[in-house]
């Protein structure tokens, strides 16, 4: 059984494939969604934990906070930094490690991820990392996919071609509101809403292909397939595209189900 430390470094790996600015620009709505879900005020101190290409990070910095943004994948640091220069954003985006932050007790207002902690090895160290850099009476904040949506189903259709190593901890587990109470540190109770966001495609078989290609998790699984096994996975992601489309017209128009969990660090 592979170590955590050997999980994160694969983790590393693969979320540094593929194109994953093309992917986070989907879920750029997200950012807006979880300041305001925190109610973020201008002039606080804003970490974004697995910041990604910066989605929340800019949003909060747009919201006048001094805002920190971290991520473990250089490029995607570089990608939001340069998000933040066109927009002439000032936001201080860094290297990091969620699971073992580098700045002090209570360093900041608001402690929040959107779509990124839920990513890391270690979930309990992650989260108590969360709340050991939120400040008393500050807020901790964070978007997470849900395991019975959209995004958990796609996981478990990679899955059944491409198995996860042993001892990884399922992303989606943050998308529950027992687990996040389970894992969040004393005093810290969460508050949960599951919503959705609509996710629209040229086709189900775009989507298929536009994940294949860009998506590092997806990517990645593929490329590990025999060629011959390949066109398998590609047919599930199809299928579960037309199985959950709204729309009628022969484009995709997917839900993906998330929580936003909002805690306050007594």
């Given at each position: 059984m592979p170590t955590l430390e050997a999980i994160k470094v694969k983790q590393q790996a693969t979320w540094s494939s593929g194109a994953y600015d093309k992917i986070a620009w989907i879920t750029?709505?997200?950012?807006?969604?979880l300041c305001d879900a925190v109610d973020v005020r201008p002039g606080s101190k804003v970490l974004d934990v697995a910041t990604g290409t910066g989605h929340?990070?800019?949003?909060?910095?747009?919201?006048?906070?001094?805002?920190?943004?971290v991520d473990y994948v250089p490029a995607l640091i570089e990608v939001a930094r340069r998000r933040a220069e066109a927009e002439g954003l000032e936001v201080s985006f860094e290297e990091g490690d969620a699971e073992a932050l580098r700045f002090e007790d209570g360093s900041f207002d608001y402690v929040v991820s959107a779509i990124?902690?839920?990513f890391t090895a270690d979930h309990p160290k992650a989260a108590s990392e969360l709340v050991r850099v939120c400040r008393p009476g500050g807020k901790v904040g964070m978007v997470n996919w849900t395991p019975a949506g959209f995004v958990g189903d796609m996981s478990r259709a990679i899955a059944k071609h491409v198995p996860p190593?042993?001892?990884i901890m399922p992303p989606g587990m943050w998308g529950t509101e027992?687990?996040?109470?389970e894992i969040l540190a004393d005093g810290v109770d969460p508050r949960i809403e599951t919503r959705a966001i609509t996710m629209r495609f040229l086709s189900p078989e775009h989507f298929a292909d536009f994940f294949i290609a860009n998506y590092g998790p997806t990517l990645k699984a593929f490329e590990s397939l025999p060629e011959d096994d390949r066109p398998a996975l590609r047919r599930d992601l199809v299928d579960?595209?037309?199985?959950?489309?709204?729309?009628?017209?022969?484009t995709a128009a997917c839900d993906f189900e998330y929580i936003v969990a909002v805690a306050t660090k007594r």
């Open positions: 750029s709505p997200l950012g807006d969604t929340v990070a800019l949003a909060a910095a747009r919201r006048f906070c001094d805002t920190t943004g990124g902690v839920m190593p042993p001892g027992d687990y996040l109470k579960l595209a037309k199985r959950t489309s709204r729309a009628t017209d022969g």
